[in-house]
């Protein structure tokens, strides 16, 4: 699976849109971008994932660049409970495949 | 989203004991699930991977011996740490699979073993 590359922290006032970028320059055509979210001593949370449309749910958008070598994660208003290390993840569909965490993005919602 | 459980939440044992960890996935069956181990400040770390009504495979590094998994129905993986020493001592998590148009994998709340 491609490696990504992420900031390792980031931070964002309460209400305001947080924008985490994730760069994986070698993606490969079946490869998708998930995105999940690990609050402090808690299982990591599931929040989107898509292939190369931009995509939206009731978490966040994913908006991933034309040549796919690139990603952001949008959180529209960020709120203090938004808090957490976010991790950028590339992997295939392939049956039985894992995902590989690196070190994530530690995003700091402040009041 | 899909619930995954862990069960316990939180384990103290004492060195040289076993201990195992439940998860399971509550509203959807799990032909793969997944075993990760994070120590503080670290991220996860992937441990194995299970299939129903097969043996584990282990990552490179992870004793297969020491950690034991059994996932032996589409909804129920566990985890067995034999002869827990401090060293084991981490917060573990699993992970299901749920496959077709949205593959995705959900996790469990995590359970944190402190081994004296």
């Known amino acids: 699976d491609a490696k990504t590359t992420q900031p390792p922290s980031m931070d964002c006032a309460e209400g305001r849109a947080a924008n985490l970028p994730c760069n994986h320059s070698?993606?490969?055509?079946?490869?998708?971008v998930y995105w999940y979210r690990q609050i402090h001593s808690q299982g990591p949370q599931y929040i989107i994932h898509?292939?190369?449309n931009n995509e939206t749910n009731e978490m966040a958008s994913l908006i991933i660049t034309e040549d796919r070598k690139s990603s952001t994660l949008i959180l529209p208003h960020a709120t203090l409970r938004d808090t957490a290390v976010y991790y950028c993840?590339?992997?295939?569909?392939?049956?039985?495949?894992?995902?590989?965490f690196g070190g994530g993005t530690r995003l700091m919602v402040k009041p | 989203g899909a619930v995954v459980s862990q069960h316990p939440s939180r384990v103290i044992c004492k060195s040289g004991t076993s201990v195992k960890i439940e998860c399971r996935s509550l509203?959807?069956?799990?032909?793969?699930m997944f075993w990760y181990r994070q120590f503080p400040k670290q991220s996860l770390m992937l441990m194995a991977t299970?299939?129903?009504?097969?043996?584990?495979?282990?990552e490179q590094g992870v004793e297969k011996d020491k950690f034991l998994i059994n996932h032996a129905s589409l909804t129920l993986s566990t985890l067995t740490v034999t002869s827990a020493h401090p060293e084991d001592s981490s917060f573990y998590i699993c992970?299901?699979?749920?496959?077709?148009?949205?593959?995705?994998?959900?996790f469990g709340p995590g359970t944190r073993l402190t081994v004296l």
């Open positions: 992970s299901a699979r749920v496959g077709g148009k949205s593959d995705t994998q959900y």
């Open positions: 070698t993606i490969s055509g079946n490869e998708y």
């Open positions: 898509g292939l190369k």
């Open positions: 993840i590339v992997r295939s569909n392939n049956a039985g495949n894992m995902l590989t």
């Open positions: 509203d959807f069956q799990a032909t793969t």
């Open positions: 299970s299939n129903e009504g097969s043996k584990a495979t282990y």
